[in-house]
């Protein structure tokens, strides 16, 4: 597990924080579709991404989801950050976008750290930030953007958080995340592929700008 922390996050803590996160921090591999956080439950370690990619959701009275953002290798979630230190219920739900490799950091780490090393502090204001800025690109697009760019944001960000332009995804699924009909995604999508932006396949999509 050394290895795989130096690689991602070796440029970022100093080698005693490394060495506690290794001694520390629980090892997990999850396949594409597990969900690590459900909304309404507490939350007792945060993630630290070693690879793969999740994605956030919140979900309405209804129960239909809204996607708010990707996790990448080397990031961690301000969502599971502010319920560990306010000790408060999830108010999200996490998923492996991919199969994912990742490292669970106990709660009560978490505030020790922060007085402790530097450069864990470094990190969870940043991550703090980095989300915080996605949350507004989520809020913009919403409230400025009309539903196929926000398709078209949403199948931009998928293909770059997996690292292929080649997204297997059905038209359902596009609806979840994004709040909306599957005829109102499949109409648009065909609009995008019209215009040259994705190229549609029996069970992919391409997308062509990026």
């Not at 440029?11 to 396949?31: I, R, T």
């Not at 599957?182 to 069970?203: G, N, Q, W």
Request: aromatic residues 8%; proline residues 1%.
């Amino acid at each position: 597990m050394i290895d795989e922390l130096k690689l991602n996050y070796g440029h970022l803590f100093e080698d005693a924080l490394m060495q506690e996160v290794n001694n520390v921090g629980v090892f997990k591999e999850v396949p594409k579709g597990f969900t690590l956080i459900e909304i309404g439950s507490y939350i007792k370690s945060m993630p630290l991404l070693l690879s793969g990619a999740i994605k956030i959701l919140r979900e309405d009275d209804n129960g239909d989801e809204l996607i708010l953002y990707f996790l990448e290798r080397g990031d961690t979630c301000a969502m599971t950050l502010s319920c560990c230190i306010g000790q408060t219920k999830s108010k999200i739900r996490a998923i492996a976008e991919t199969d994912t490799k990742l490292i669970m950091i106990p709660v009560q780490k978490m505030s020790e750290w922060m007085s402790k090393y530097k450069s864990w502090q470094n990190f969870i204001l940043q991550s703090y930030h980095s989300r915080m800025m996605e949350l507004l690109e989520a809020i913009d697009a919403i409230a400025f953007l009309k539903m196929d760019e926000r398709i078209l944001k949403y199948l931009k960000d998928k293909a770059m958080v997996i690292g292929n332009d080649v997204i297997n995804v059905t038209h359902q699924d596009i609806a979840y995340d994004l709040h909306t009909s599957r005829v109102v995604v499949s109409r648009l999508l065909k609009t995008l592929e019209i215009d040259k932006k994705i190229e549609l396949h029996r069970i992919s999509i391409k997308v062509l700008e990026l």
